[in-house]
């Protein structure tokens, strides 16, 4: 079955960065795109980074030039590069993929931004 496990997330203070990891099983990691998505108290969880099978990348608005996502085929696994972090930033992070018509998810990893 598939599963995805994120590791990685923590306190920062703002300006700090951090790395989260996914790591995937249970499907064919190379043939499918991974996308980071997060969800702060109160607020709706929102996309934050898609990588595709061949590499190509997208951002949201918030996060372009601050945030990096990544993917090692051979180790099935997908990360979030957070870079200049901000109090906004605060939000559960969670890792997705969109396997035979189904969306998975992983369990999150929680990311503060606070001095």
């Known amino acids: 079955q598939v599963q995805l496990v994120e590791s990685g997330g923590g306190l920062v203070q703002p300006g700090g960065s951090l790395r989260l990891s996914c790591v995937a099983s249970g499907f064919t990691f190379s043939s499918y795109a991974m996308t980071w998505y997060r969800q702060a108290p109160g607020k709706e969880r929102e996309l934050v980074a898609i990588?595709?099978?061949?590499?190509?990348?997208y951002y949201a608005d918030s996060v372009k030039g601050r945030f990096t996502i990544s993917r090692d085929n051979a180790k099935n696994t997908v990360y979030l590069q957070m870079n200049s972090l901000k109090p906004e930033d605060t939000a559960v992070y969670y890792c997705n993929a969109f396997v035979n018509s189904r969306r998975y998810w992983g369990q999150g990893t929680q990311v503060t931004v606070s001095s």
């Open positions: 990588i595709s099978s061949d590499g190509s990348t």
